[in-house]
Nanobody
């Protein structure tokens, strides 16, 4: 089982940017779909973005489309979430997750999770 560790969260003002990283260890994840999810207080965990194994395909939640960019560096077993034009409603704990070798983005397809990193956007 791999270990996923997120970093890069923090406090930012509305309109600001953050770049989240997810470093994997214990297993090479270059053949897996990877995703980012978030969970705000009192709400269910929701999908944010996903990327296929090669980086040639990405998929975003409507709420972040055009503002967030997911990417990966398979040589470093790391993936990223660049978040621009942040809004207070983006405040949540952000989780990276490992999916399957297929291009599937349902929550249930992601079976390995990091501990999360807090993102807080002040108004």
């Amino acid at each position: 089982q791999e270990l996923l560790v997120e970093s890069g969260g923090g406090l930012v003002q509305t309109g600001g940017s953050l770049r989240l990283s997810c470093a994997a260890s214990g297993r090479a994840l270059s053949r897996y779909t990877m995703g980012w999810f978030r969970q705000a207080p009192g709400k269910e965990r929701e999908f944010v973005a996903a990327i296929n194994w090669s980086g040639s395909a990405t998929y975003y939640a409507d709420s972040v489309k055009g503002r967030f960019t997911i990417s990966r560096d398979n040589a470093k077993n790391t993936k990223f979430l660049q978040m621009n034009s942040l809004r207070p409603e983006d405040t949540a704990v952000y989780y990276c997750a490992r999916g399957s070798m297929a291009w599937r983005t349902d929550l249930t397809d992601f079976t390995s999770w990091g501990q999360g990193t807090q993102v807080t956007v002040s108004s």
